[in-house]
């Protein structure tokens, strides 16, 4: 991996955590989840008409992939509607790559190196070391995260697939938010037509930041795919949970001790693991 890409990642998991961020503080975490990736969707049917249509071959891939978020951005509004995001975040962000990295052997036939693996698991020690210590009225809301986690290692491993036979991952990617956000905004209208109106009116801005920050993190994530493994993009955008971490202490004011800051070290540590394999 060189270090070109490193940083890109970097830069992607820093937009992902910022994304969700303004789900959790948005008030409705659920309604601000449909109205940000409706705001994604609304980017990619702007910029869809300048880049070339993926090919045929990626076209079953798009939709898996389309379905697959819609059960990951309605499982985020749920568990941000009952669990802290210091805590939600690292377990859905967490536990994926190493479903990633056991799956993506098999199905993508990756051959991961000895130092890969190594910083792999030191990233996912430290993602789940944040997780403990759980309260007993936290259960559901762990649920719902660890759900997740199984639905993200999913659209990863469907994503890394497909991505890599469109022949354009920009296009890709802004396919999968268009066919995302539209039946999540549909949806919306009409089952809470005039709230949706109003809170999208009144939220329209921080939505339209979210939105910007979701495609362009997955747009780099995806990208990445095409220059180096699958579970090693997946893992270091688990770096996300440092920066999301941090945001959710400063912004969201939720209380990080010193456990969940080692456990983020941890995880840099990993990060610094795979960027030297």
């Given at each position: 991996m060189g270090l070109s890409v490193f940083l890109i990642i970097l830069m992607a998991a820093a937009l992902h955590a910022t994304w969700n961020v303004i789900v959790k503080g948005g008030g409705d975490s659920a309604m601000m989840t449909i109205t940000v990736t409706g705001a994604a969707a609304l980017i990619a049917a702007v910029a869809l008409p300048f880049l070339p249509a993926p090919h045929r071959q990626s076209w079953p891939?798009?939709?898996s992939s389309?379905?697959?978020?819609?059960?990951?951005?309605?499982?985020v509004g749920q568990t941000y509607k009952i669990a802290d995001m210091s805590r939600a975040y690292p377990l859905m962000r967490g536990t994926a790559p190493l479903i990633v990295a056991l799956a993506s052997t098999v199905i993508l036939s990756d051959r991961l190196v000895v130092g890969a693996w190594c910083g792999v698991a030191v990233i996912c020690a430290g993602?789940?070391?944040m997780t403990g210590g759980r309260k007993p009225d936290q259960a559901a809301g762990t649920r719902l995260a660890l759900l997740n986690a199984c639905v993200i290692a999913s659209y990863t491993l469907v994503d890394g697939a497909g991505v890599r036979?469109?022949?354009n991952a920009?296009?890709?990617t802004l396919w999968i938010f268009l066919l995302?956000?539209?039946?999540?905004?549909?949806?919306?209208?009409?089952?809470?037509?005039?709230a949706f109106r109003v809170f999208a009116r009144t939220n329209w801005r921080l939505a339209g930041f979210g939105g910007a920050g979701m495609v362009t993190s997955y747009g780099l994530a995806l990208w990445a795919m095409t220059a180096t493994s699958v579970a090693m993009v997946a893992a270091l955008r688990e770096t996300a949970i440092i920066f999301g971490t941090s945001i959710s202490a400063l912004v969201l004011k939720e209380r990080v001790d010193r456990r969940r800051m080692i456990a983020a070290l941890v995880i840099a540590v990993g990060a610094i693991i795979l960027r030297a394999s």
């Open positions: 891939l798009i939709a389309a379905i697959l978020s819609i059960c990951y951005y309605v499982l993602v789940l070391a036979q469109a022949g920009a296009s890709y995302t956000g539209v039946p999540l905004v549909a949806w919306a209208l009409a089952r809470r037509g005039f």
